[in-house]
C-alpha cells in the first residue's frame, strides 16, 4: 500500500501530469481519495470519468477522439444501462475524428447526453447535437457555431477535384445528419451552414440543436 508520503511525492512530480500536458489541458489537479483500503490519488478528469462525465475540450482531432471513443467504450462496459454525460467546449476541428465520436455514441448502448459549456463550434456543434434526444443541453452564456465543413487540397488538377468531390459529400452527409438531430429540413441546413451561423443558447433551443437551457443543476 502507498504510504501518504510517497503517494504526495508522486504529486508533487513534475513528470506526473506529462500525458495530460500533452492534451493541452496544462498542469490538471489531483484529488486524493480515501477509503478502507488506503489513499488513492486520481487527476480531476479521471475522477469525474468514474462519475460517467466525459470531457471534450480544445481542438477535435484524432488523438482527442481516440480518447473520448476509448471513454465511451469504458463506460459502455462497466454499465451499458446507465446513462454518460458529455461535456463539450470546442472549437471544432477535424470531421473524419469528429464523426468516429458521433458513430461511437450511436454505437455504445447507454443513452450520452451533451453539455455546451463556453463554445460549441463547427464540430463541436455537430457533437452537441448529437447528444440523446431530450438530454441536450447548454449553460446560459455558452455560444453554439455551425457552418460548412473546412478543406484545401493541393497537387495535380486531378487530384484537387478528387478532394473537392469528397468535401461536397462529407458536406452533404453532414448536413442530413445534422438534419435528422434537429429537425430542420435539408433546405434550411444547407443554407443556414453556409457561412458561420453563430446562435446563443436559448437560440439554439429554438433551432433544434440542443433541448434545454440549463441554468442550475437539476
Do not use: W
Amino acid at each position: 500500500m502507498i504510504t501518504r508520503s510517497e503517494l504526495l511525492a508522486q504529486l508533487a512530480s513534475p513528470t506526473h501530469n506529462s500525458a495530460l500536458e500533452t492534451q493541452g489541458l496544462g498542469l490538471v489537479p489531483m484529488v486524493v481519495e480515501q477509503s478502507g483500503r488506503g489513499e488513492r490519488a486520481y487527476d480531476i478528469y479521471s475522477r469525474l470519468l468514474k462519475e460517467r462525465i466525459i470531457f471534450l475540450v480544445g481542438e477535435v482531432n484524432d488523438q482527442s477522439a481516440n480518447l473520448i471513443v476509448a471513454q465511451l467504450l469504458f463506460l459502455e462496459s462497466e454499465n451499458p444501462d446507465k446513462e454518460i454525460s458529455m461535456y463539450i467546449n470546442s472549437p471544432g476541428g477535424s470531421v473524419s475524428a469528429g464523426l468516429a465520436i458521433y458513430d461511437t455514441m450511436k454505437f455504445v448502448k447507454p443513452a450520452v447526453s451533451t453539455l455546451c459549456l463556453g463554445m460549441a463550434a463547427s464540430m463541436g456543434a455537430f457533437l452537441l447535437a448529437a447528444g440523446e434526444k431530450g438530454k441536450r443541453f447548454a449553460l446560459p452564456n455558452a455560444r453554439i457555431m455551425i457552418h460548412q465543413p473546412l478543406g484545401g487540397a493541393r497537387g495535380q488538377a486531378s487530384d484537387i477535384e478528387i478532394h473537392a468531390r469528397e468535401i461536397l459529400l462529407l458536406k452533404d452527409r453532414l448536413n442530413n445528419l445534422l438534419a435528422d438531430n434537429t429537425g430542420r429540413s435539408l433546405e434550411a441546413i444547407a443554407r443556414d451552414t453556409d457561412r458561420d451561423n453563430f446562435k446563443s443558447a436559448a437560440e439554439a433551443v429554438e433551432y433544434g440543436l440542443i433541448d434545454r437551457v440549463l441554468e442550475k443543476r437539476p
